[in-house]
């Protein structure tokens, strides 16, 4: 998936008439890989994809790079910066990307996400570049790297190979975004088009933009996702406790239902029960170990005692580091 071919690309009159018709649909896809650990490919899939997407999540992705080979030519700290301020600059999106300094680490999972220029790494003949992604359970990456080709000739003077255009399409492989559908031709072509095209894929274009913040949209930040609960009927129990470790939240399903989405930090016997606005337990949706990650549940409405009715009910999640509540809204 990620790797950057600097094939060149026919950008005839067909591929233009392709990009008229497809106007501004979306033609981004998003990495699907729910494997566990470290992954270098994954399933181009559509916003949409019931299977999910790899995603962030926290906002805040620190990153180092390593000055050793051509990581320590003039230039090279602002280029990534740049790259990265163009996917922290994308409206109704909230990741914040940032260069904090210079590594001795390189193209491994070590708990920090490195940009390396090595060979070797995965990415020989005309692969430009290749991102590693560490996945816990779903699909929630932890950590990323790329390592650059250090066999070709990387610039920041505007010449080939731009450092800035393939940093900011290798660090949209490190948000989860596969390559794009559109072709757009070279002046409109997004970042994330499969093949490098030179200092144009610096600045991101709509379908790029569009990824981030479907991602967003479709895995915001579980502490601000669903209402805060009310108290629980007969109960005097704090709404979470172990925040920090535990996050629930919930919301209407389309076509009916509710998701329940929650995540653990660290893992261990988990449970998961639903209650309607009297106390009442209606349902315990799961009963057993998890391990650390993020987890999504649909529910369709069934309890122990028949199909509840449309309305609002109550989540509760109880591991040993913790507990937390949410409000779930179910409609028919
Ligand atoms: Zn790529």
């Not at 501004?24 to 999910?52: E, H, M």
């Not at 989540?315 to 809204?329: H, Q």
């Amino acid at each position: 998936m990620n790797k950057l071919h600097r094939a060149s690309v026919v950008a005839g009159a067909s591929s233009l008439w392709i990009a008229m018709v497809v106007g501004n649909a979306a033609a981004f896809r998003l990495i699907q890989n729910t494997f566990v650990g470290r992954v270098t490919s994954g399933s181009a899939v559509a916003c949409t994809d019931p299977g999910g997407f790899a995603h962030w999540a926290n906002s805040n992705i620190a990153w180092s790079y390593n000055p050793a080979s051509q990581g320590g030519k003039p230039g090279t700290a602002a280029a990534l910066q740049s790259a990265m301020a163009s996917w922290t600059n994308v409206p109704s999106a909230n990741n914040v990307l940032s260069l904090t300094g210079t590594t001795t680490a390189g193209f491994a999972t070590d708990g920090q996400n490195t940009i390396h220029w090595g060979t070797g790494e995965g990415c020989s003949g005309g692969c430009l570049a290749l991102t590693a992604l560490v996945l816990v359970a779903g699909q929630v990456i932890v950590e990323a790297d790329v390592t650059m080709n250090d066999a070709f000739t990387w610039n920041t003077n505007g010449s080939d190979i731009d450092v800035q255009s393939v940093a900011t399409h290798e660090l949209g492989h490190t948000l989860g975004i596969h390559h794009t559908d559109k072709n757009g031709g070279v002046r409109r072509r997004p970042t994330m088009y499969a093949s490098y095209f030179g200092i144009e894929a610096r600045s991101l274009e709509s379908d790029d933009m569009m990824a981030i913040q479907c991602s967003q949209s479709r895995y915001p930040p579980l502490a601000t996702w669903g209402a805060p609960a009310p108290a629980l009927a007969g109960s005097l129990e704090p709404l979470a406790s172990g925040s920090d470790r535990v996050a629930l939240s919930s919301r209407p399903r389309p076509g009916g239902g509710a998701l329940i989405r929650f995540r653990l930090t660290t893992g261990g016997a988990t449970r998961v029960e639903l209650y309607d606005v009297a106390g009442r337990e209606i349902e315990t949706l799961i009963d057993g170990d998890r391990a650390a990650g993020e987890y999504e549940l649909a529910w369709d409405g069934s309890s122990s005692s028949g199909p509840a009715r449309s309305g609002i009910y109550f989540a509760r999640i109880t591991t040993p580091a913790g507990f937390a509540r949410a409000s779930v809204i179910l409609t028919r």
